[in-house]
């Protein structure tokens, strides 16, 4: 079946610079882009979504930029914290039942 | 705290052993979704219900089944445990519009 997947298993950053997350998909049809946060031993954590006819979207230190002609996604992370250091999965969502496919995830290292 | 409660919080049983995993959704969703996490691996998606019935099935195996309940809670079977089988089982629920997941802290199975 089709599937959500994440270009880089693993990334490291130093504390204070700015981080890039991306994201391949393969189905054109899902209707949401979904970006989760999972810390050690807890569950996923939403952070932000994209509707599918969006381009760009923000939110708290947060941005998720959804390119359709190449079909990627990403997830910027403004001045990184060693907070932020958790596995981070996206996933596509379809509608009318909110079916949602997870991708492999990223492991973000913060580095002090 | 998410709204989504599961328990057991861990679980310590034996290969060829059955378990069952419960799962209360967030008040007011009607969809609860089971995933499987196993060490430092994405999330597997099992199986969705919809106010009871269920609507869609993923990789689950057939040792496994669930159901979902007239209050909405919902179950996780696991019949003849393989060592295999030891991973983080999460539950999600969504609301009946678009939406999306919410995770509850997950139940840790190990089978021994």
């Known amino acids: 079946g089709e599937s959500v997947g994440l270009h880089l298993p693993t990334l490291s950053v130093q504390e204070g610079d700015n981080s890039i997350i991306n994201c391949a998909y393969s189905?054109?049809?899902?209707?949401?882009f979904i970006w989760y946060k999972q810390e050690s031993g807890k569950g996923p954590q939403f952070i932000i979504d994209?509707?599918?006819?969006?381009d760009k979207r923000q939110g708290q230190r947060v941005t998720v930029l959804l390119n359709k002609t190449v079909k990627h996604l990403s997830l910027q992370i403004a001045a990184t914290q060693p907070g932020d250091s958790a596995v981070y999965f996206c996933?596509?969502?379809?509608?009318?039942?909110?079916?949602?496919?997870f991708g492999a995830g990223t492991r973000l290292t913060v580095k002090p | 705290d998410s709204g989504v409660t599961q328990t057991p919080k861990h679980l310590i049983t034996a290969t060829g052993q059955r378990v069952t995993l419960r799962c209360s959704p967030r008040?007011?969703?009607?969809?609860v979704y089971w995933y499987q996490q196993s060490l430092d691996q994405g999330l597997q998606f099992l199986i969705q219900y919809y106010n009871g019935e269920e609507r869609a099935k993923g990789n689950i195996l057939e040792r496994f089944s669930a159901q979902q309940f007239p209050d909405l809670h919902s179950e996780l079977n696991l019949s003849s445990l393989e060592l295999g089988d030891s991973a983080l089982y999460f539950c999600a629920s969504s609301p009946r519009t678009s939406g999306s997941l919410v995770f509850g802290p997950g139940t840790r199975l190990t089978v021994l």
């Open positions: 996933a596509e969502l379809r509608l009318p039942y909110n079916d949602m496919r």
């Open positions: 994209i509707r599918s006819n969006m």
């Open positions: 008040s007011g969703d009607l969809s």
């Open positions: 189905n054109s049809a899902s209707d949401y």
